[in-house]
C-alpha cells in the first residue's frame, strides 16, 4: 500500500513564525501536492510538483512555498504564518506513468494553529 | 477553468436507507472524475473513479456512482447505508496533473 506520511498531526505555532510541514511518500510516485482544506470550502490546492525542483503554483499559492530536493520529500513552507492560515492541510502523491487518470494518495493531515 | 459543485453540505439518512450524494462538474474538456470519502481524523481515501467506458462505476463496500455527460452530473448512491459509512465525501475532477475538489458532503447515518 501506498504510505503518505505527514511529520505532525497537530501544531500550533505563532503569528509571524516561519513554519515547516513535511510529507513523505514510499511509492516513488514523481508527483506530489499541498491541499489545505477548510470547512465548507473542500479542499484547495496550494502547490504542486511533477518533479524533483519542478512546482507549479495550485489555486491559493500567496503566503507559501514549497520544496522537493528529493523525489520523496515535498515540502510546504509559511514564511509568515498568519492566523488565517490556521487550517487542516493534507499532502497527497500520484504517480504520473499513465497521465491524469491515476488517483492521488493522501497523508492523514495537519491540523495547524497560528495564534 | 474545471469547476465542481456539490449540492449538498450535510445529508442525514437513517441506516438501511438509500442515500445519493449529488457532484455536478463543469469543464469545456474530457475529464476523469473521482469521488473520495474522508473519515474522521483520516486523510481522504479513493472510493471510485471514473476514466472511460461503462459510465457505471462501483466500489468495493456498495457504492455506485454514474457518469452522466449530457447532465455534466456524477452522482453517488448506496442502495443500503451503514452506521460505517458516516464520513464526509468528496467529489473531484481531473485538472491537467492536479485535482479540482468540490466543497464536500458529509454524510450523517443515524440508528
Known amino acids: 500500500d501506498v504510505k503518505v506520511t505527514q511529520s505532525s498531526r497537530y501544531l500550533v505555532k505563532r503569528t509571524g513564525e516561519k513554519v515547516f510541514l513535511e510529507c513523505v511518500q514510499d511509492?516513488?510516485?514523481?508527483?506530489m501536492f499541498w491541499y489545505r482544506q477548510d470547512p465548507g470550502l473542500g479542499l484547495r490546492l496550494i502547490y504542486f510538483s511533477y518533479d524533483v525542483k519542478m512546482k507549479e503554483k495550485g489555486d491559493i499559492p500567496e503566503g507559501y512555498s514549497v520544496s522537493r530536493e528529493k523525489k520523496e520529500r515535498f515540502s510546504l513552507i509559511l514564511e509568515s504564518a498568519s492566523t488565517n492560515q490556521t487550517s487542516m492541510y493534507l499532502c497527497a502523491s500520484s504517480s504520473a506513468l499513465t497521465g491524469a487518470g491515476q488517483p492521488q494518495h493522501f497523508g492523514d493531515g495537519t491540523r495547524l494553529s497560528i495564534l | 477553468a474545471q469547476s465542481v459543485t456539490q449540492l449538498d453540505s450535510q445529508v442525514p439518512v437513517f441506516e438501511e436507507a438509500p442515500v445519493e450524494l449529488r457532484c455536478n462538474y463543469s469543464s469545456s474538456v474530457s475529464v476523469y472524475l473521482f469521488w473520495y470519502v474522508q473519515y474522521p481524523n483520516q486523510g481522504l481515501q479513493l472510493l471510485l473513479k471514473?476514466?472511460?467506458?461503462?459510465?457505471l462505476v462501483e466500489s468495493i463496500n456498495g457504492f455506485e456512482a454514474e457518469f452522466n455527460k449530457s447532465q455534466t452530473s456524477f452522482h453517488l448512491r448506496k442502495p443500503s447505508v451503514h452506521i460505517s459509512d458516516t464520513a464526509e465525501y468528496f467529489c473531484?475532477?481531473?485538472?491537467?496533473?492536479?485535482?479540482?475538489f468540490g466543497s464536500g458532503t458529509r454524510l450523517q447515518v443515524q440508528p
Open positions: 471514473y476514466l472511460s467506458g461503462s459510465t
Open positions: 511509492m516513488d510516485h514523481e508527483n
Open positions: 473531484a475532477v481531473t485538472r491537467r496533473r492536479a485535482l479540482t
